[in-house]
C-alpha cells in the first residue's frame, strides 16, 4: 500500500476541483489516458529560444496529483530565457502556485500559454510526464522489486529535463520543488546532470516562476485528464441502462478526503474488478473498500502442482501401458488417433 503519499487532509478540496470548462491542452492525449497508459508530451521549442540556441535557459520542475486516489500524477517541466524569468512569468503573468491560484485562473494561464503569438508562446516551451494511476499501482504493487512513487518520480524529473537538453536547449539553472529531503534529491540530481546550477527546495512552486509556471502546466493537465476518464463513465452510464447512474456531483478532487470522490467510489465499484484505469489500486482507500464485507467478491487464483507444471502435452494422447505387459505404443503414430500400418501405403 501507498506509504510516501500527501496527507490528503491537508488538501484544499474546492482548489484541487477541475475548473467546469477546463481547458484541454495539447498535452490531453485521450487514447492514452482512456487506455491507462503513462505517456509524455513536449511542446515545439519557441521560437525565441529556437533562433538563438545559445540562449541561457532556465527550467523549473513540479508535479500534480501525487495524493489522490483517482487520476494520473503529472510531471511538468518549463523553460524559458533566464534573463525573461521574472518579467515575463512574475510580472506580466502572475504565475503562482498552482494550489494559490483558483482552478479557473490556472486555466485561462494555461490557455494563454498555447496560443500561437502570444509571449508566453513564443518564449516558453513546456512538456508534462502523465503517469497513469494504473502504472504508478502496477510498481507500487509488485511483488518484488516495488517501485515506489517516489523512484517513479524521480525517473520522470530527469526524464523530461534529459529530453529538453537532447532537444538542444542551453539550460544553465534548474529548480525543482522537492520530494522528501531537499539536500538528498538535489544530491541526486546533481549525479546526473553535473554541469547545470540546481536548486532544490520545499515550496519552490511559490518561490520560484519557472516552477509556478510548471506547476500549472501539470495540474492543468491533470485536471483535464481527470475530466476526460469521468466523461467516459457519463457516456457509458447513459447508453447502457444496466450501468449504474454516475453520481451527478461528479467524482470532484479525487483526493480521499473529498466526499464526492468517497461517495463516487462506492456507487460505483463493480464487485470483481473494481474500477477502471482512473483508479490507483495501491492506495489504502482502494483496498478498504475492496476488502469490507460484502462489497466484492474474493477471486482465488489457484496455482499448479508440481506434478502438473511438468507434464506434456502428449502426456494426454499416449496410451498408459497395457495390462499385459505389451510396451507404450509411439506418441506421435498416436498423435490423430488410431496408428499408422502399412496397408495405408
Not at 454516475?246 to 483526493?255: E, M
Request: charged share 20%; aromatic share 8%.
Amino acid at each position: 500500500m501507498d506509504t510516501t503519499m500527501e496527507d490528503p487532509n491537508s488538501q484544499d478540496i474546492n482548489q484541487e476541483t477541475p475548473a467546469e470548462d477546463v481547458f484541454i491542452a495539447p498535452s490531453i492525449h485521450e487514447a492514452d489516458i482512456l487506455a491507462g497508459n503513462s505517456y509524455t508530451h513536449h511542446t515545439a521549442i519557441p521560437s525565441s529560444i529556437a533562433q538563438s540556441p545559445s540562449t541561457e535557459c532556465i527550467l523549473g520542475v513540479d508535479e500534480a496529483g501525487r495524493g489522490p486516489v483517482l487520476g494520473p500524477m503529472v510531471y511538468g517541466i518549463f523553460y524559458l530565457p533566464l534573463s525573461m524569468h521574472h518579467s515575463l512569468l512574475a510580472q506580466a503573468h502572475h504565475f503562482d502556485d498552482s494550489k494559490v491560484l483558483t482552478p479557473a485562473v490556472r486555466s485561462t494561464l494555461m490557455q494563454t500559454l498555447c496560443t500561437p503569438h502570444s509571449d508566453l508562446y513564443q518564449n516558453c516551451g513546456w512538456a508534462t510526464r502523465v503517469m497513469s494511476a494504473r502504472d504508478i499501482g502496477a510498481g507500487m504493487l509488485k511483488p518484488v522489486g516495488v517501485y515506489n512513487l517516489n523512484a517513479q518520480a524521480m525517473d520522470a524529473t530527469v526524464q523530461l529535463i534529459k529530453e529538453v537538453f537532447d532537444k538542444g536547449v542551453n539550460v544553465k539553472e534548474i529548480y525543482v520543488d522537492t520530494i522528501g529531503p531537499p539536500a538528498t534529491y538535489q544530491a541526486k540530481l546533481e549525479r546526473v546532470f553535473p554541469a547545470t546550477k540546481i536548486t532544490v527546495a520545499k515550496k519552490a512552486d511559490s518561490l520560484y516562476p519557472c516552477v509556478s509556471a510548471a506547476s500549472v502546466a501539470a495540474k492543468v493537465t491533470r485536471d483535464a485528464a481527470l475530466e476526460v476518464c469521468y466523461q467516459s463513465y457519463i457516456s457509458k452510464s447513459n447508453l447502457d441502462e444496466d450501468e449504474p447512474a454516475v453520481v451527478a456531483a461528479g467524482w470532484g478532487s479525487g483526493y480521499p478526503s473529498d466526499a464526492r470522490t468517497s461517495t463516487w467510489l462506492k456507487e460505483n465499484m463493480d464487485p470483481v474488478f473494481g474500477w477502471g484505469n482512473e483508479c490507483r489500486f495501491s492506495w489504502g482507500t482502494v483496498k478498504e473498500l475492496l476488502e469490507a464485507k460484502g462489497q466484492a467478491v474474493k477471486v482465488d487464483w489457484p496455482v499448479p502442482d508440481d506434478e502438473e507444471q511438468g507434464m506434456r502435452l502428449t502426456n494426454f494422447f499416449a496410451p498408459s501401458v497395457g495390462g499385459d505387459g505389451e510396451q507404450e505404443r509411439d506418441e506421435l503414430a498416436n498423435w490423430f488417433g488410431r496408428p499408422l500400418t502399412e496397408d495405408i501405403f
